[in-house]
Nanobody
Framework: QVQLVESGGGLVQPGGSLRLSCAAS????????MGWYRQAPGKQRELVATITRGGLTNYADSVKGRFTISRASENNTVYLQMNSLKPEDTAVYYC?????????WGQGTQVTVSS
């Protein structure tokens, strides 16, 4: 059973930065890719960014140029660096991966952007 644990959320002012972490229970290179998703109140969960085993990244248009996904193999962690945060970035952020057709999600971490 794959376990993913997110951390790093919090309250930040518009224009500020946060770095989210997703710690996996096993090597992140055992998965084809890992991703960050978010869900705002009353909205569907949406893709934010993904990174493949080979290091290819993909971003939602709404976060391109502001967010960066990266990884650290030594501690099996995937990061999401979020800069120039906007109120519309407020959401619960989830880490996700998949294996053999099964999706694995973390518990989520709340990000609130407000003055």
């Amino acid at each position: 059973q794959v376990q993913l644990v997110e951390s790093g959320g919090g309250l930040v002012q518009p224009g500020g930065s946060l770095r989210l972490s997703c710690a996996a229970s096993e090597s992140i290179f055992s998965f084809y890719d890992m991703g960050w998703y978010r869900q705002a109140p009353g909205k569907q969960r949406e893709l934010v960014a993904t990174i493949t085993r080979g290091g290819l990244t993909n971003y939602a248009d709404s976060v391109k140029g502001r967010f960066t996904i990266s990884r650290a193999s030594e501690n099996n962690t995937v990061y999401l660096q979020m800069n120039s945060l906007k109120p519309e970035d407020t959401a619960v952020y989830y880490c996700k991966t998949q294996r053999l057709g099964a999706d694995y999600w973390g518990q989520g971490t709340q990000v609130t952007v407000s003055s």
